[in-house]
């Protein structure tokens, strides 16, 4: 079975920086992708950002491009998001998945989630 821990959510202010990790833990993981998701109050949980596990290949929302920069640390079993000049429309609360079959921006495509860590960015 696979596990996924979120940490690093927080609250920032505008203009501010944080870095979520995502740690993934069990003897069956081998994922083929991770992604990050986030959703806020009374809204559809959205794409943010992925990466494919062995090859580094990176896809990005456009409403985060050019602002964060997902990464991952094989040895680990680890993927990051470092989240720079956030602005209060990144409020939301951060999903980390995993996918063993695709690189997807679909959220049925993910096989495993994490358990969502909370992103806030006051104005």
């Known amino acids: 079975q696979v596990r996924l821990v979120e940490s690093g959510g927080g609250l920032v202010q505008t203009g501010g920086s944080l870095r979520l990790s995502c740690a993934a833990s069990g003897r069956t993981f081998n994922g083929y992708a991770m992604g990050w998701f986030r959703q806020a109050p009374g809204k559809e949980r959205e794409f943010v950002a992925l990466?494919?596990?062995?090859?580094?290949?990176?896809y990005y929302a456009d409403s985060v491009k050019g602002r964060f920069t997902i990464s991952r640390d094989i040895a680990k079993n680890t993927v990051y998001l470092q989240m720079n000049s956030l602005k209060p429309e990144d409020t939301a609360i951060y999903y980390c998945a995993a996918s063993d079959h695709y690189h997807s921006v679909v959220v049925t495509d993910y096989d495993y989630w994490g358990q969502g860590t909370q992103v806030t960015v006051s104005s």
């Open positions: 990466i494919t596990w062995r090859g580094e290949s990176t």
